[in-house]
């Protein structure tokens, strides 16, 4: 299944498929046997072609291997469908105008019931008819039929068929706007992509018109299509969530009136999906004929080509294209907007068969893994686990993902295209001494200049925390804003102190840190205390660094433990610092055996301070 969607898609790219859709050939049969002046219009449908052969009034029946029967026909080159498979033609011969006892003939291909319509009065005066669009509803019971005319003042007539026959109650001659009236006019009844009914009306010299019901009238608006060459033939129909329109495609270097294929939505630059013309010049001459119709289902669309061409200028066929559309492949990763499935995110296929996603100027901070996976239709790439790629040094990147769907391959390239130097604003977010989650902390960092680095100062109280009734203190992160209340949470370190693991231990999420807080447990294994005091962090933003240290207030000599008295506990607590013990102290003050310290904190000290306790003087 995998090698067949391959395939196929790089098949499409060869026609001229855009990003997600391809269209590919099924088959194609040559009719250069039907006298093309004489059988100008055909429909496809079901499988099959239903071509008109006004001189001998009849149709002629085709599939890909060939004739494979004839129905009664009519004099006129016209030959249509309703929205229920029924076959529409007129008894008025070409090049005649609608008039008195014009007719309309309703057939039903597979068991070949026939019904007959007279237009009415109603329908006014119409002009020369050439040509039919499709129908709405089943015209065998309730349907609709618009009839074009190159009557000035009755350009469209609408004939209402209810309970099978002619309702004239509902039959007649709406204005609409700003049609140009014309012969070889085609319009075709469809319901647009919001659900209106629409109408489709089509020269092959100006821009097609979309009409809208307003009142008991229609009210037009003309728009462009790329490519677009002079054929009569335009089918609109809605698809994959889009409102589509089916044409003959045109490219710079050919010319009018030949049997190029494409598809566009309204106003485009470029088809969504194309085939080239078989030729670049003229096949069709002055016929200017390229007959197209669309069957719409769940998996994509069946595109029917009639395409008669003059005696002098071979290349009438009968071709069948099938229009689809590839899944979209998708990257989701943690570094792409939180694993959210973003459209911005799709792949693009290229020829080597393989789809890519390029990203570019990525801020990644040093030691950062890259997870990553590619979705499409529920299906992930790869299924078990999250690919990975590790960014070792900090800076701006760009990142190509490749997804081969054959072999169900996914990979990551980065290249580092840039430093960061971050000069905005930075401010700590968190919950402080149980404030809530905010940004107004009072803690906007303090920024050096020179060398990037942030800097700040926060005050703990040293709570008690239960981290098992879901509320937290002390957590704290570091966010670029652009101002102090604006919640970006596009963080530049994804910095959080203050949880606790299932044994009490305090755990630093972030890898990167240098210097662990010091903790008091209370006994408690559940609970923890935070100490109460001052701490200084020191961000670095270039290489995402942290520096987190207890501020213990200096200049007392002998004050080791940094509380303002000196006593017994400071001996005690510089005992412990000789001893090697893992305890805070203030090396400062506890370097006190002379006056301005001696460079270095030893028994010497202990025995100073312990003379100073008993005696009051150094």
Same mark, same amino acid.
């Given at each position: 299944?995998?090698?067949? =969607?391959?395939?196929?898609?790089?098949?499409?790219?060869?026609?001229?498929?855009?990003?997600?859709?391809?269209?590919?050939?099924?088959?194609?049969?040559?009719?250069?046997?039907?006298?093309?002046?004489?059988?100008?219009?055909?429909?496809?449908?079901?499988?099959? +072609?239903?071509?008109?052969?006004?001189?001998?009034?009849?149709?002629?029946?085709?599939?890909?291997?060939?004739?494979?029967?004839?129905?009664?026909?009519?004099?006129?080159?016209?030959?249509?469908?309703?929205?229920?498979?029924?076959?529409?033609?007129?008894?008025?011969?070409?090049?005649?105008?609608?008039? =008195?006892?014009?007719?309309?003939?309703?057939?039903?291909?597979?068991?070949?019931?026939?019904?007959?319509?007279?237009?009415?009065?109603?329908?006014?005066?119409?002009?020369?008819?050439?040509?039919?669009?499709?129908?709405?509803?089943?015209?065998?019971?309730?349907?609709?039929?618009?009839?074009?005319?190159?009557?000035?003042?009755?350009?469209?007539?609408?004939?209402?068929?209810?309970?099978?026959?002619?309702?004239?109650?509902?039959?007649?001659?709406?204005? @609409?706007?700003? #049609?140009?009236?014309?012969?070889?006019?085609?319009?075709?009844?469809?319901?647009?992509?919001?659900?209106?009914?629409?109408?489709?009306?089509?020269?092959?010299?100006? *821009?097609?018109?979309?009409?809208?019901?307003?009142?008991?009238?229609?009210?037009?608006?003309? +728009?462009?299509?790329?490519?677009?060459?002079?054929?009569?033939?335009?089918?609109?129909?809605?698809?994959?969530?889009?409102?589509?329109?089916?044409?003959?495609?045109?490219?710079?270097?050919?010319? &009018?009136?030949?049997?190029? %294929?494409?598809?566009?939505?309204?106003? /485009?630059?470029?088809?969504?999906?194309?085939?080239?013309?078989?030729?670049?010049?003229?096949?069709?001459?002055?016929?200017?004929?390229?007959?197209?119709?669309?069957?719409?289902? $769940?998996?994509?669309?069946?595109?029917?080509?009639?395409?008669?061409?003059?005696?002098?200028?071979?290349?009438?066929?009968?071709? %069948?294209?099938?229009?689809?559309?590839?899944? &979209?492949?998708?990257?989701?990763?943690?570094?792409?907007?939180?694993?959210?499935?973003?459209?911005?995110?799709?792949?693009?296929?290229?020829?080597?068969?393989?789809?890519?996603?390029?990203?570019?100027?990525?801020?990644?901070? $040093?030691?950062?893994?890259?997870?990553?996976?590619?979705?499409?239709?529920?299906?992930?790439?790869?299924?078990?686990?999250?690919?990975?790629?590790?960014?070792?040094?900090?800076?701006?990147?760009?990142?190509?993902?490749? +997804? &081969?769907?054959?072999?169900?391959?996914?990979?990551?390239?980065?290249?580092?295209?840039?430093?960061?130097?971050?000069?905005? &604003?930075?401010?700590?977010?968190?919950?402080?001494?149980?404030?809530?989650?905010?940004?107004?902390?009072?803690?906007?960092?303090?920024?050096?200049?020179? *060398? *990037?680095?942030?800097? $700040?100062?926060?005050?703990?109280?040293?709570?008690?925390?239960?981290?098992?009734?879901?509320?937290?203190?002390?957590?704290?992160?570091?966010?670029?804003?652009?101002?102090?209340?604006?919640?970006?949470?596009?963080?530049? /370190?994804?910095?959080?102190?203050?949880a606790v693991t299932e044994g009490g231990d305090f755990l630093v999420t972030n890898e990167q840190l240098n210097k662990e807080l010091s903790l008091e447990m209370n006994g408690d294994p559940h609970a923890f205390k935070i100490p109460a005091g001052q701490w200084n962090l020191t961000l670095s933003v270039d290489d995402m660094t942290l520096i987190i240290e207890k501020v213990i207030p200096a200049g007392k000599r002998g004050d080791v433990d940094g509380n303002?008295?000196?006593?017994? *506990?400071?001996?005690?607590?510089?005992?412990? %610092?000789?001893?090697?013990?893992? #305890?805070?102290?203030? +090396?400062?003050?506890?370097? @006190?055996?002379?006056?301005?310290?001696?460079?270095?904190?030893?028994?010497?000290?202990?025995? /100073?301070?312990?003379?100073?306790?008993?005696?009051? $003087?150094?």
């Amino acid at each position: 299944m995998k090698k067949l =969607l391959l395939f196929a898609a790089m098949a499409a790219v060869a026609l001229g498929a855009s990003a997600g859709y391809t269209i590919e050939k099924l088959w194609s049969y040559d009719i250069s046997s039907i006298n093309a002046s004489n059988a100008r219009q055909g429909l496809g449908m079901n499988g099959k +072609f239903y071509i008109n052969e006004r001189t001998e009034s009849t149709i002629y029946i085709y599939d890909q291997t060939g004739l494979k029967g004839t129905m009664t026909g009519s004099p006129n080159m016209t030959i249509t469908r309703d929205e229920a498979g029924n076959i529409i033609y007129s008894n008025v011969a070409f090049p005649g105008n609608w008039g =008195l006892g014009a007719t309309i003939t309703v057939v039903n291909p597979l068991t070949e019931e026939t019904k007959t319509y007279q237009i009415p009065e109603e329908c006014g005066a119409l002009g020369r008819c050439d040509v039919l669009g499709t129908a709405k509803g089943n015209m065998m019971e309730d349907g609709e039929l618009y009839i074009t005319s190159n009557t000035s003042g009755t350009a469209i007539a609408k004939l209402v068929i209810t309970d099978g026959k002619v309702n004239t109650d509902e039959s007649y001659n709406p204005d @609409c706007g700003n #049609v140009t009236t014309s012969t070889t006019t085609p319009i075709y009844a469809y319901t647009d992509l919001e659900g209106n009914d629409a109408l489709l009306y089509y020269t092959r010299t100006t *821009n097609p018109v979309k009409l809208l019901p307003d009142g008991d009238n229609y009210a037009g608006s003309a +728009f462009g299509l790329p490519s677009r060459g002079s054929t009569m033939s335009v089918f609109p129909f809605v698809w994959d969530g889009k409102e589509l329109f089916l044409y003959n495609y045109k490219p710079t270097g050919y010319g &009018d009136y030949l049997d190029g %294929v494409c598809v566009a939505e309204a106003g /485009a630059s470029q088809p969504i999906v194309s085939v080239l013309p078989s030729v670049t010049t003229t096949l069709a001459a002055g016929l200017a004929i390229n007959w197209l119709w669309a069957e719409v289902d $769940a998996d994509g669309v069946t595109i029917y080509q009639y395409y008669p061409s003059t005696n002098d200028a071979p290349g009438a066929h009968i071709s %069948v294209y099938r229009m689809t559309k590839t899944p &979209d492949y998708t990257v989701a990763s943690n570094i792409l907007g939180n694993w959210t499935i973003d459209p911005a995110n799709n792949m693009t296929l290229g020829e080597d068969g393989l789809y890519t996603l390029t990203v570019k100027d990525v801020e990644i901070p $040093a030691n950062y893994t890259i997870e990553y996976k590619v979705t499409s239709d529920g299906t992930w790439w790869p299924a078990d686990f999250n690919a990975q790629y590790v960014i070792n040094e900090a800076g701006y990147y760009t990142l190509v993902f490749t +997804f &081969d769907l054959e072999t169900g391959n996914v990979s990551l390239v980065a290249t580092k295209t840039g430093d960061i130097h971050y000069t905005g &604003d930075v401010y700590i977010m968190g919950e402080v001494n149980s404030n809530g989650w905010q940004t107004n902390v009072g803690l906007q960092m303090t920024r050096d200049e020179e *060398n *990037n680095i942030y800097t $700040a100062t926060i005050t703990t109280e040293g709570k008690n925390i239960d981290p098992n009734d879901g509320i937290g203190y002390n957590y704290f992160s570091f966010t670029k804003m652009l101002s102090e209340y604006e919640n970006d949470w596009n963080t530049i /370190a994804p910095y959080r102190f203050g949880a606790v693991t299932e044994g009490g231990d305090f755990l630093v999420t972030n890898e990167q840190l240098n210097k662990e807080l010091s903790l008091e447990m209370n006994g408690d294994p559940h609970a923890f205390k935070i100490p109460a005091g001052q701490w200084n962090l020191t961000l670095s933003v270039d290489d995402m660094t942290l520096i987190i240290e207890k501020v213990i207030p200096a200049g007392k000599r002998g004050d080791v433990d940094g509380n303002s008295v000196v006593d017994i *506990n400071d001996v005690t607590r510089l005992i412990d %610092v000789v001893l090697g013990k893992d #305890v805070e102290y203030h +090396f400062v003050n506890s370097d @006190c055996n002379v006056e301005g310290g001696s460079g270095n904190v030893d028994i010497n000290d202990v025995t /100073a301070l312990i003379n100073f306790v008993l005696t009051g $003087a150094w």
